[in-house]
T-cell receptor, first 114, second 114 residues
């Protein structure tokens, strides 16, 4: 089974802190994604990566950055956390280049910024 | 920009009732269509997808969806729901050559009462 793991299920941080969310997948997938999930808005893509050291902005990249130094690991960074970044963050991975390939999701990290 | 609309935000129904969730997308090119489901406390997982061939797609747990290109729709159906179908359901779209970036609808919370 494909497994996508995220470093924390729950995280509480203060405004202005630098926050790292880690995601690891164990199926040698090329593509990795970070979404945030908010009630009534569904999931929105923040960033994605289709290869090591490659990254592309999604729909809402402002206030976030990412890092992919190894194929299995994709990190989301909040440079200076703000209260409007309180949300559920989901990581996903998929294989290959076909846009119909299934994405496999992690359990999510619920981040609260005080 | 492409968008995905789900017609209902909340649906409450009794066991054995039939379920139909509406999904429309706005994009004129070739699309791939997905329904993902999030059961309480579980990861988001794929229910079914369409990318070519028969527009009537069957997925897991007795769900099916029909792609109607002329209506830009991909509605999800299940003839007889069970209490275990209580979940949040998300319609999503990717377009060709997009690295599989998913555009999600806002989600529909389905509650099945015994």
């Amino acid at each position: 089974d494909v497994k996508v793991t995220q470093s924390s299920r729950y995280l509480v941080k203060r405004t202005g802190e630098k926050v790292f969310l880690e995601c690891v997948q164990d199926m040698d997938h090329e593509n990795m994604f970070w979404y945030r999930q908010d009630p009534g808005l569904g999931l929105r893509l923040i960033y994605f990566s289709y290869d090591v050291k490659m990254k592309e902005k999604g729909d809402i990249p402002e206030g976030y950055s990412v890092s992919r130094e190894k194929k299995e690991r994709f990190s989301l960074i909040l440079e200076s956390a703000s209260t409007n970044q309180t949300s559920m963050y989901l990581c996903a991975s998929s294989s290959g280049v076909h846009s119909y390939n299934e994405q496999f999701f992690g359990p999510g990290t619920r981040l609260t910024v005080l | 920009a492409q968008s995905v609309s789900q017609h209902n935000h909340h649906v409450i129904l009794s066991e054995a009732a039939s379920l139909e969730l509406g999904c429309n997308y706005s994009y004129g090119g070739t699309v791939n269509l997905f329904w993902y489901v999030q059961y309480p406390g579980q990861h988001l997982q794929l229910l079914l997808k369409y990318f070519s061939g028969d527009p009537l797609v069957k997925g897991i747990k007795g769900f099916e969806a029909e792609f109607i290109k002329s209506k830009f729709s991909f509605n999800l159906r299940k003839p007889s729901v069970q209490w275990s179908d209580t979940a949040e359901y998300f319609c999503a779209v990717t377009v060709t050559d997009s690295w599989g970036k998913l555009q999600f609808g806002a989600g529909t919370q389905v509650v099945v009462t015994p």
